[in-house]
């Protein structure tokens, strides 16, 4: 057996929830059942703790760490993130980390920027970018063409610009990006199979990531410190209803019975603040959580 192969290729895999992280860790390892690492259903089942896992992928030896997503709906707390850390931090065998981005929905946020600070803050001496690869999840060739391909490869580069402003081009032409359809991958002869074995021919050339060792995750990384809720104010409509119907007061056809004087309350609540150790604190954008409705009979007719 070659030398290389006498350990796994070692790979931490991130990006935003819902991308496909596990699904590609599964496929990863050679895991068809997709049950190594947990997916999540329709709906949203996350994942909330760091794993990694062992398998083979077409003879290589790979072991693939998954992260829970960034920018989910409050699995991703302090806590989570800080749990990841210190399991990549721990683990000395990194070789690579792969950005997931979602074909269909590419993004590179300020979210992502502070996982890049995170992974940047684990490797003090390392320029880690040169183990950064991206996989493009849900790429679905025959839907797609050469121009929106590049113009996908673009997302990341401009975000990690962004990052990094003094980074190369040449340093950021050489992350290598590859495009699969994960519904796919686990059949053999899929071409997203071959950017697979392209991307581990090249993760097994990195040597591992040296890390601080026992280093923990210090102060003036941007790390959640404290998360809370702020309400924005109420914003009232009035409204006249009949047989299921709303009317702004005044308008609209009187009830045979009874008129009602029905009020909307939207109550435009909740961005969440955030604020980090290393500074100024975030928000999020202003959710409408609820409505509430309060009716009262204004007019009864006689029958
Ligand atoms: N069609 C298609 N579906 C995909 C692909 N990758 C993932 N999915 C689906 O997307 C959903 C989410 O996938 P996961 O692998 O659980 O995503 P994740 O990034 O691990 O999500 P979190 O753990 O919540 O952050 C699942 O239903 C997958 O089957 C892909 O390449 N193509
Ligand atoms: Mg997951």
């Not at 090249?202 to 040597?207: E, F, G, L």
Request: net charge negative; proline share 6%; charged share 25%.
């Amino acid at each position: 057996m070659p030398a290389v192969l006498s350990r796994p290729v070692t790979i931490v895999v991130f990006g935003h929830v819902g991308n496909g992280k596990s699904t590609f860790c599964n496929t990863l390892i050679g895991d068809n059942t997709g049950l190594s690492f947990k997916e999540s259903a329709a709906a949203a089942e996350e994942t909330l703790e760091t794993v990694g896992k062992e398998g083979m992928f077409d003879g290589v030896r790979v072991c693939a760490i998954d992260t829970p997503g960034y920018g989910g709906a409050e699995g991703n707390t302090a806590k989570h993130i800080v749990n990841m850390a210190d399991f990549i931090i721990k683990n000395t065998d990194v070789q690579v980390f792969v950005l997931v981005l979602n074909y269909q929905f590419p993004r590179f946020d300020e979210e992502m920027y502070r996982f890049f600070q995170l992974i940047t803050g684990m490797y003090p001496g390392e320029s880690w970018l040169n183990h950064l690869a991206i996989v493009w999840t849900r790429y679905y060739p025959e839907h797609s063409n050469d121009e929106e391909k590049n113009e996908r490869m673009k997302t990341p580069k401009v975000g990690i610009r962004t990052f990094k402003p003094d980074i190369t081009d040449d340093q950021l032409n050489a992350i290598p990006q590859y495009f699969i359809d994960s519904k796919d991958t686990r059949t053999p002869g899929n071409p997203g199979r071959n950017e697979i074995a392209h991307l581990l021919a090249w993760a097994v050339t990195k040597p591992p990531l040296k890390t601080l060792g026992d280093m923990r995750v210090k102060k003036g990384d941007p790390i959640i410190e404290k998360r809370d809720h702020e309400v924005a104010g109420e914003v009232w409509e009035t409204g006249y209803h009949f047989g299921g119907h709303k009317y702004p007061f005044g308008i609209g056809p009187r009830a045979y019975h009874h008129d009602v004087h029905q009020r909307f309350t939207k109550i435009f609540e909740e961005r969440q603040r955030q604020e980090y150790t290393s500074g100024e604190p975030t928000y999020t954008e202003w959710a409408q959580v609820r409505t509430e409705v309060t009716e009262r009979i204004i007019h009864q007719y006689d029958t």
